[in-house]
Nanobody, 127 residues
Framework: QVQLVESGGGLVQAGGSLRLSCVAS????????VGWFRQAPGKEREFVTT????????YYTDSVKGRFTISRDNAKNTVYLQMNGLKPEDTAVYYC????????????????????WGQGTQVTVSS
């Protein structure tokens, strides 16, 4: 089992920045990919970004490319999501998710590819 705890959410003005963190605990010795998803009110949960175990491979949804950056520090069991140039449409609860294997590029966007989920952290961007 892997437990995930997100932090770093908050209220920010449009154009501002936030950095989210996802700390993993439990059985973290296995190689695992980590992704971020988000869910806005009244909408389905959607893929944002995923990073492979090594950190070499990173995948982003088109709407965040060039603005968001995912990274990881395996020594700290932590994955980060640096969000710059935030827009009101980025407002959502952001969830960290882990997969008990490395990424499969063609399926990184699928919710059912991930085995563990955090409780989420709220990000609100005001206009």
């Amino acid at each position: 089992q892997v437990q995930l705890v997100e932090s770093g959410g908050g209220l920010v003005q449009a154009g501002g920045s936030l950095r989210l963190s996802c700390v993993a605990s439990g059985r973290t010795s296995s190689n695992y990919a980590v992704g971020w998803f988000r869910q806005a009110p009244g909408k389905e949960r959607e893929f944002v970004t995923t990073i492979s175990w090594s950190g070499v491979n990173r995948y982003y949804t088109d709407s965040v490319k060039g603005r968001f950056t995912i990274s990881r520090d395996n020594a700290k069991n932590t994955v980060y999501l640096q969000m710059n140039g935030l827009k009101p449409e980025d407002t959502a609860v952001y969830y960290c998710a882990a997969r008990e294997a490395d990424v499969v590029a063609s399926r990184v966007w699928r919710i059912d590819e991930y085995d563990y989920w955090g409780q989420g952290t709220q990000v609100t961007v005001s206009s």
